[in-house]
């Protein structure tokens, strides 16, 4: 693996290491009484009544079969479909592909880590009325901890769940990846899992899916202008750029 590629990987952990350090602030902060969720609970009712009142009344009625499936696609084939890209890239010769994903989630990070210290959106399921059901009755509160640092309790808007498999999806289709089309079906259910489990507002998922349109495109934007500045650079000295 080469010298880019090393590169690629250290954005990479470091976006996830500085969420889950944001995340982990922000647990702190509220622990100690210093949270101010005031402005998040009016944005979640301006959010609910976007969405026309709509409610997940019996959502608690709903099939285990959706629930449990929803919960595991939440948890568990998102991180998979991710780390299974990245994997993909960094095997390729090329070393472009890899180096856009870390460019676009660095860029997906940057622009939604200002909602979420500034604008923090509660989830649904934490407003009264909303009707939606609690994970912790139907999973252990352990796991769901250990796998929350990729999202914290208020990072709800723009969703980051939703922006980041958004990336996935587009980045599988401009590489030419040989299963992109089922990554595009599995990123589909990932987005309706966020809804489908009471976790995010549809305002929410239309920003993330926004957002990720747009890390791509700039990722790819300065993918084009780091290959014109690099025209006519010798090979070895243009691996290094």
Same mark, same amino acid.
């Given at each position: 693996?080469?010298?880019?590629?090393?590169?690629?990987?250290?954005?990479?952990?470091?976006?996830?290491?500085?969420?889950?350090?944001?995340?982990?602030?922000?647990?702190?902060?509220?622990?100690?009484?210093?949270?101010?969720?005031?402005?998040?609970?009016?944005? %979640?009712?301006?959010?609910?009544?976007?969405?026309?009142?709509?409610?997940?009344?019996?959502?608690?009625?709903?099939?285990?079969?959706?629930?449990?499936?929803?919960?595991?696609?939440?948890?568990?084939?998102?991180?998979?479909?991710?780390?299974?890209?990245?994997?993909?890239?960094?095997?390729?010769?090329?070393?472009?592909?890899?180096?856009?994903?870390?460019?676009?989630?660095?860029?997906?990070?940057?622009?939604?880590?200002?909602?979420?210290?500034?604008?923090?959106?509660?989830?649904?399921?934490?407003?009264?009325?909303?009707?939606?059901?609690?994970?912790?009755?139907?999973?252990?509160?352990?796991?769901?901890?250990?796998?929350?640092?990729?999202?914290?309790?208020?990072?709800?808007?723009?969703?980051?769940?939703?922006?980041?498999?958004?990336?996935?999806?587009?980045?599988?289709?401009?590489?030419?990846?040989?299963?992109?089309?089922?990554?595009?079906?599995?990123?589909?259910?990932?987005?309706?899992?966020?809804?489908?489990?009471?976790?995010?507002?549809?305002?929410?998922?239309?920003?993330?899916?926004?957002?990720?349109?747009?890390?791509?495109?700039?990722?790819?934007?300065?993918?084009?202008?780091?290959?014109?500045?690099?025209?006519?650079?010798?090979? %070895?000295?243009?691996?290094?750029?």
């Amino acid at each position: 693996m080469n010298k880019n590629k090393w590169m690629a990987w250290g954005w990479i952990v470091a976006v996830f290491a500085a969420n889950y350090l944001e995340t982990l602030l922000e647990t702190l902060i509220k622990d100690g009484g210093g949270a101010i969720p005031e402005l998040g609970y009016r944005l %979640a009712h301006t959010f609910q009544q976007i969405e026309g009142g709509m409610t997940f009344a019996l959502h608690e009625a709903s099939n285990a079969v959706a629930v449990y499936g929803y919960s595991l696609v939440y948890f568990f084939l998102f991180p998979l479909l991710g780390l299974g890209l990245a994997i993909a890239f960094t095997r390729r010769r090329d070393d472009a592909p890899l180096r856009i994903l870390a460019r676009a989630l660095a860029i997906d990070y940057g622009v939604s880590l200002p909602f979420f210290v500034l604008f923090p959106v509660p989830e649904r399921w934490t407003v009264p009325g909303s009707g939606a059901m609690l994970l912790s009755d139907r999973w252990s509160s352990a796991l769901i901890e250990t796998l929350r640092p990729i999202s914290g309790l208020d990072n709800c808007f723009p969703s980051f769940h939703v922006s980041m498999t958004v990336v996935l999806a587009a980045l599988a289709f401009v590489a030419g990846v040989r299963w992109r089309v089922t990554l595009a079906v599995l990123g589909s259910t990932i987005v309706l899992a966020t809804f489908g489990l009471g976790i995010h507002w549809l305002p929410d998922i239309v920003a993330g899916a926004a957002v990720g349109v747009l890390s791509v495109a700039l990722a790819l934007r300065l993918e084009s202008a780091r290959s014109v500045a690099t025209a006519g650079v010798p090979a %070895a000295e243009a691996a290094t750029t």
